[in-house]
T-cell receptor, first 111, second 115 residues
Framework: SQKIEQNSEALNIQEGKTATLTCNYT??????LQWYRQDPGRGPVFLLL?????KEKRKERLKVTFDTTLKQSLFHITASQPADSATYLC??????????FGDGTTLTVKP | ETGVTQTPRHLVMGMTNKKSLKCEQH?????MYWYKQSAKKPLELMFV???????ENNSVPSRFSPECPNSSHLFLHLHTLQPEDSALYLC??????????????FGPGTRLTVL
């Protein structure tokens, strides 16, 4: 069966450092991979999308990589700030548009 | 604001009650979704509608009944729920179905507690 794993349920880092979150999947061949941010009591908010034929995508302090051989995506936040503290979800999408979400990694950036 | 609203934001109901959750999107999207989010578990897709037609029902118990009267509104009717149905229910929309690159826009969710 399809499985998506996001690294450790919680990640704590110091302000200014780079946060790296991992999304691994098995028994799946996604066409797209998305990353969302979710704050407590709120719905997820879309951040970035990367296609299966793309290796890397950047947006401001965010960077996503996608390795279909390793079946892994890495999500980096550089120069992290306390305001980046949230839960980050990866979602794998087929061409038909069906999304399967990971269970998220809660990031805490300490000042 | 994402352009997707949900009401109510919080709901407490007994197992014999009947209630409805409402979702409205102001984005002109054609696809709408209901998700269940329980503590420590991934988002679970419940129902998908495309142009007001249900296209997916992920083995959801019949005590959950969706309704999509038009492409802007989505309801989830609840009856005889169980305590394990307590969760955050999220509505989302996307531009169209069948396009995996479309991001989903989520509402704030309804926090449901079943006593």
């Amino acid at each position: 069966s399809q499985k998506i794993e996001q690294n450790s349920e919680a990640l704590n880092i110091q302000e200014g450092k780079t946060a790296t979150l991992t999304c691994n999947y098995t028994n799946y061949s996604p066409a797209y991979l998305q990353w969302y941010r979710q704050d407590p009591g709120r719905g997820p908010v879309f951040l970035l999308l990367i296609r299966e034929n793309e290796k890397e995508k950047r947006k401001e302090r965010l960077k996503v990589t996608f390795d279909t051989t390793l079946k892994q995506s890495l999500f980096h936040i550089t120069a992290s700030q306390p305001a980046d503290s949230a839960t980050y979800l990866c979602a794998l999408n087929t061409n038909a548009g069906k999304s399967t979400f990971g269970d998220g990694t809660t990031l805490t950036v300490k000042p | 604001e994402t352009g997707v609203t949900q009401t109510p934001r919080h709901l407490v109901m007994g197992m014999t009650n009947k209630k409805s959750l409402k979702c409205e999107q102001h984005l002109g999207h054609n696809a709408m979704y209901w998700y269940k989010q329980s503590a420590k578990k991934p988002l679970e897709l419940m129902f998908v509608y495309s142009l007001e037609e249900r296209v997916e029902n992920n083995s959801v118990p019949s005590r959950f009944s969706p309704e999509c009267p038009n492409s802007s509104h989505l309801f989830l009717h609840l009856h005889t729920l169980q305590p394990e149905d307590s969760a955050l229910y999220l509505c989302a929309s996307s531009q169209a179905l069948g396009q995996g690159y479309n991001e989903q826009f989520f509402g704030p969710g309804t926090r449901l507690t079943v006593l």
